[in-house]
């Protein structure tokens, strides 16, 4: 018998381009800055994932907008 694992991704989008994604797997909501091979953690929330993604952005950045892919 085999497992599926569902994964899914959302890409942040700021003024000048991608800024990151936002991945869903079994751990929870894995955070990647655009640009960086680490990630930043891994979240129980989506929310909480947005937030953490935003805060590591440049000071006075506006939130980004996430699109699902």
Known sequence: MSETTTRRL???????????????????????????????????TMEIAKSALHWHLKPGSERPEFREH
């Open 10 to 44: 959302w890409v942040a989008y700021g003024p000048s381009g991608v800024v990151g994604k936002i991945q869903k797997d079994a751990e929870g909501y894995a955070v990647h800055m655009a640009g960086k091979d680490e990630r930043l953690g891994v979240y129980p």
